[in-house]
């Protein structure tokens, strides 16, 4: 492969490895056009989901957590080969630490916000219905068990519908910036139960966040996945 040819990726990867060795190659201009994760758009106006998630919550939430995430992923990826590598990549080949949780904190989040909606609510339809249905038993029996597990989850995390590599269903309640892409699994459905997306509108009760985000699921944005 020719210089001229050379991926933009091949190009990053051989920066991280020779920045050092060959700075007239590897210089600030270069850097500088590596890429940068931005803050992605959310899918519906800071006030939609008022009352259920006030627009105060949003604003904080997304506003200040979110993009604190995606600030602290770009610090620590600059200069390294993460640098070239997508996000969901990070999230499955980054070791336990600051890495992963900023990068599974800022795929996690963009997750959740997709995973909700206006005038949402209800109950699936089609062959995400008929999964639900030969996982759980009945969708009942699925919302029980995904509110429980988000209900009771100690401290921080994410409570999960995936889909397993053989096609079944389950739910997983994962601590702090767990992400199911590095079980394996295909997240379906998130609610984020760390207390920031909660505690300005319901304080300490978990539990009716927990209703109110059951009456916010895009279900039709679920079937998709
Ligand atoms: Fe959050």
New binding site residues.
Partial sequence: MSEMRMSRRNLLKLAAAGAAAAPWLFGSRAWAAAKEFSLPKLPWPEDALAPLISKETISY?YGK??AAYVKNLNMLVKGTPYASMSLEEIVKKAPAGTLFNNAA?DWN?TF?WNCLAPQAGGEPTGALAEAIEKSFGSFAKFKDKFTETAVKLFGSGWAWLVRNPDGSLAVLGLSNAGNPLTQGKTPLLTC?V?E??YYIDYRNRRPDYVTAFWKLVDWKAVGER
């Fill in positions: 939430h957590h979110h904190q989040h959740y984020d760390w920031h997306a």
